[in-house]
Structures are given as C-alpha cells and as structure tokens.
Nanobody, 119 residues
Framework: QVQLVESGGGLVQAGGSLRLSCAASGNIFSINNMGWYRQAPGKQREWVAG???????NYADSVKGRFTISRDNPKNTVYLQMNSLKPEDTAVYYC?????????????WGQGTQVTVSS
C-alpha cells in the first residue's frame, strides 16, 4: 500500500511564494519520475514540472524561471518551489510519482492542494 500526502498550498498575493511538498510512504522499492500537474477551474489538467531519478528537470513554459522542482530521495518527497506567483497560477496542484513496489510499477497521484493567488 502506497500513500501520497501533499501539503503547502494556500492563499498568497501576486508576487508571493509558496512551497508544495508531496511525500510518499508505504512499501516502496524505488521512485522514478516525479512531477506536478495543476487544474484551474473550468480548464483541463496541465503538466507543470517534472524531475527524473537522476534529477534532470523540465518545466512548462508558463512557469519556467519562476518554479523549481526538486526531490529528496531518502524522504520519498518531491517539492515545488513557486516564486513570483501570478493570479493565473491559481489551481489545484497534484503531484505524481512513478513508484515501484514489489512486483509492479505504476503512477500514483496526490490528493491535490489548492493554490490561490490574489491580484
């Protein structure tokens, strides 16, 4: 059994910062790719950032230069540091982790955390 717990969302003014965390627990053998998606009201879920097992990172153009994804492997945790936030960053943010347990590998999703940026 694997569980993901997200934290760090909240309400912030434009130009402010937030740091999201997503920690996995359970009978985990290894974690490959980690990442973040977001879904704004009335819009489709979109990819935000990703980090590989070797810590290579990629970002959506809309967040490049403002967001930083990182990971702590011993803690099975992925982070998203969000700076210079804009109202258009308002969304529910979901982490994703590609986790291998004994006998299988699949993608797990976090429960989502709300980020609201006021103008």
């Amino acid at each position: 059994q694997v569980q993901l717990v997200e934290s760090g969302g909240g309400l912030v003014q434009a130009g402010g910062s937030l740091r999201l965390s997503c920690a996995a627990s359970g009978n985990i053998f290894s974690i490959n790719n980690m990442g973040w998606y977001r879904q704004a009201p009335g819009k489709q879920r979109e990819w935000v950032a990703g980090i590989t097992s070797s810590s290579s990172t990629n970002y959506a153009d809309s967040v490049k230069g403002r967001f930083t994804i990182s990971r702590d492997n011993p803690k099975n945790t992925v982070y998203l540091q969000m700076n210079s936030l804009k109202p258009e960053d308002t969304a529910v943010y979901y982490c994703i982790l590609d986790i291998t347990v004994v006998g299988s590998r699949r993608r797990y999703w976090g429960q989502g955390t709300q980020v609201t940026v006021s103008s």
